[in-house]
């Protein structure tokens, strides 16, 4: 038993050193990539960096997404007649729905298509056609109101730009609660932090539906 015991230790020792051996190359190769990746972060498929993601079909759908909001916003803004800018308005809205819904926040989406597209923009849209807005009146201004107002759009559009991509700098992979975007962690949110907001807002959509009520009155 002793002799047995002997051997099996004398064969087990190289055995593992010859294991150790096979294995340290790979050990050395993925601690060369770690640090690869910490150390540029700009590489592309080595998570940890700024731009170290990798192209999905989450990343490329939520990519798409993105674009389309952006150049809805554009049209809005660049529209003459005012129905067509409700219509980009409306594409907007959804976009944005659709990007909550990436994000796996299903509750957000759907009230951002119920509140927004389905009340909002329609009351909008109402407001609109009972005052017969024509693009010619809502365009005209002076070139120096004009001039201020592209300086302040170009102001703004550069803070965003900056606030957008300054966190990537400095990106790691966050780390979300699963209650994040759930209708109870959402209506406790609304009913103790910000239930100031929760009922101004509510105010101002009351607002909106008297005086689109009054508008009517006035056109019968």
């Known amino acids: 038993m002793d ?23 790979i050990e050395r190769l993925r601690e060369a990539l770690d640090s690869d990746g910490r150390s540029s ?13 990798t192209l999905t079909a989450h990343t490329l759908t939520f990519g798409v997404l993105a674009a389309i909001a952006v150049f809805s916003a554009l049209g809005v803004v660049l529209q003459r007649d005012p129905v067509r800018s409700a219509i980009m308005l409306v594409v907007n809205f959804f976009s944005l729905a659709f990007l909550y819904f990436s994000l796996q926040h299903e509750f957000l989406g759907i009230v951002q298509i119920i509140v927004y597209t389905g009340a909002i923009m329609v009351l909008f849209l109402f407001v609109v056609m009972l005052l017969r807005v024509g693009g010619g009146s809502m365009l005209e201004s002076r070139d120096l109101k004009r001039a201020l107002g592209g300086g302040f759009a170009f102001a703004l559009l550069a803070l965003l730009a900056s606030q957008a991509v300054l966190p990537f700098l400095t990106y790691k992979d966050p780390v979300m ?3 994040l975007g759930a209708p109870q962690a959402v209506g406790t949110a609304l009913m103790t932090d910000y239930v100031a907001p929760f009922e101004v807002a509510s105010v101002l959509l009351l607002v909106g539906l008297v005086g689109s009520i009054l508008l009517a009155k006035r056109r019968t």
Do not use: Q
């Not at 230790?9 to 190289?14: D, E, H, I, K, L």
């Not at 972060?41 to 993601?53: E, W």
């Open 3 to 25: 002799l047995r015991g002997r051997c099996r230790r004398r064969t087990a020792v190289p055995l593992r050193r010859h294991l150790e051996d096979i294995l340290r190359p």
């Open 41 to 53: 972060p700009g590489r592309s498929g080595i998570s940890g960096g700024a731009f170290g993601m």
């Open 177 to 179: 609660p699963a209650s």
